[in-house]
Every structure is written in structure tokens, then in C-alpha cells.
């Protein structure tokens, strides 16, 4: 059963990435694995993507030690020599390795994503100035569109309900 799985993990990791792909989104995350007996840090990475005919996909994830440029670079290379072609945009965190890697992609421009902006914000802003400092940065609302009314502090929305349970059709 594990080899049909690892099978099947295989030919996900190694598709070919036809067709190109404008916007990728880059992050990593930092679990703890156990190595030579030792609990440590490593860096996985992902890169997910929007093709030209507007489907998100996950497009390949990473292991390694560190966010490091060489990291990076390497990653991207792979998904390059997987196909993947026309990226016009890199999405991500502010981190340098990862800048300096998107920085070495031909036609490529990078962008701060907006949540690891806010994120950033909202550590400087201090526990008084949060509510301010959110309420100014974020985005007007759409033409046409009303607000959705807030609930008040503490209370729960109604898409957090648990779903109700019936035996029968009503």
C-alpha cells in the first residue's frame, strides 16, 4: 500500500507543468523533524500558481534546512525544468533569499503579499493601535457592494455555527 502512495506522491512532485503560469505564490513554513536524533528546524517550501486559464494549482513543494537564496534559486529551477513558463508575478513574504531568488527569474516582478504585510504591521502597532492600524489598511469595499455588518466582540458569525444535525428531512 505505501508503494502505490509513494507511487502516486512521485508522479505528483515530477508532472510536467504545461502552459504558463502568470502569478505563483511562494511560503515556507518551519517544522520540527527529528534528524540524527535531534529535534530541528527545517524550511519547507511551496509554490502554488494561477495558469493562463485562471486554475489554481499547487505546483511543488520543498524540504531543505533554510530560506536561503541557493534554496530558492534551486527550487525555481526545478519547477523551470518541469515546464513551468510566463511568470509575470511572484507573490510572498518579504524574505531576502527568497527576493534575491525571484530577483534572478527572467521577466519575473515581485510583490509583497498582503497578509505577511498586515501580519508585520499589526507586531509594530502595539495592542492599543491594532484596531486603527487594520481599519486604515484595509481595502475599501467594491463598487456596488454594501459591508458586511461586524458581530460584536466576542460573539460568533453564523458561518462558525456547527451545522444542524437531522435524522430526517424536515
Same mark, same amino acid.
Given at each position: 500500500?505505501?508503494?502505490?502512495?509513494?507511487? +502516486?506522491?512521485?508522479?505528483? =512532485?515530477?508532472?510536467?507543468?504545461?502552459?504558463?503560469?502568470?502569478?505563483?505564490?511562494? !511560503?515556507? %513554513?518551519? @517544522? +520540527?523533524?527529528?534528524?540524527?536524533?535531534?529535534?530541528? @528546524?527545517?524550511?519547507?517550501?511551496?509554490?502554488?500558481?494561477?495558469?493562463? *486559464?485562471? &486554475? &489554481?494549482?499547487? =505546483?511543488?513543494?520543498?524540504?531543505?534546512?533554510?530560506? *536561503?537564496?541557493?534554496?530558492? %534559486? !534551486?527550487?525555481? &529551477?526545478?519547477?523551470?525544468?518541469?515546464?513551468?513558463?510566463?511568470? +509575470?508575478?511572484?507573490?510572498? !513574504?518579504?524574505?531576502?533569499?527568497? +527576493?534575491?531568488?525571484?530577483?534572478?527569474?527572467?521577466?519575473?516582478?515581485?510583490?509583497?503579499?498582503?497578509?505577511?504585510?498586515?501580519?508585520?504591521?499589526?507586531?509594530?502597532?502595539? %495592542?492599543?493601535?491594532?484596531?486603527?492600524?487594520? *481599519?486604515?489598511?484595509?481595502?475599501?469595499?467594491? @463598487?456596488?457592494?454594501? @459591508?458586511?455588518?461586524?458581530?460584536?466582540?466576542? *460573539?460568533?458569525?453564523?458561518?462558525?455555527?456547527?451545522?444542524?444535525?437531522?435524522?430526517?428531512?424536515?
Amino acid at each position: 500500500m505505501c508503494g502505490e502512495i509513494d507511487e +502516486k506522491i512521485d508522479a505528483f =512532485l515530477n508532472r510536467p507543468l504545461e502552459g504558463e503560469w502568470p502569478y505563483i505564490w511562494l !511560503d515556507a %513554513t518551519y @517544522p +520540527k523533524v527529528r534528524q540524527n536524533g535531534r529535534i530541528v @528546524p527545517v524550511a519547507v517550501i511551496i509554490a502554488v500558481g494561477i495558469n493562463s *486559464a485562471g &486554475r &489554481r494549482e499547487v =505546483l511543488g513543494p520543498a524540504i531543505g534546512p533554510s530560506e *536561503a537564496e541557493t534554496f530558492w %534559486t !534551486d527550487f525555481l &529551477r526545478q519547477l523551470a525544468r518541469r515546464g513551468q513558463r510566463g511568470v +509575470k508575478l511572484v507573490i510572498s !513574504d518579504a524574505h531576502e533569499g527568497l +527576493k534575491a531568488a525571484v530577483a534572478n527569474q527572467p521577466l519575473a516582478s515581485w510583490q509583497r503579499c498582503r497578509v505577511h504585510f498586515m501580519r508585520n504591521v499589526l507586531t509594530h502597532a502595539g %495592542t492599543q493601535g491594532r484596531r486603527v492600524v487594520a *481599519a486604515v489598511s484595509s481595502p475599501p469595499p467594491s @463598487p456596488g457592494t454594501t @459591508p458586511r455588518p461586524r458581530a460584536p466582540s466576542g *460573539a460568533r458569525s453564523p458561518t462558525s455555527r456547527a451545522p444542524e444535525c437531522r435524522s430526517s428531512p424536515p
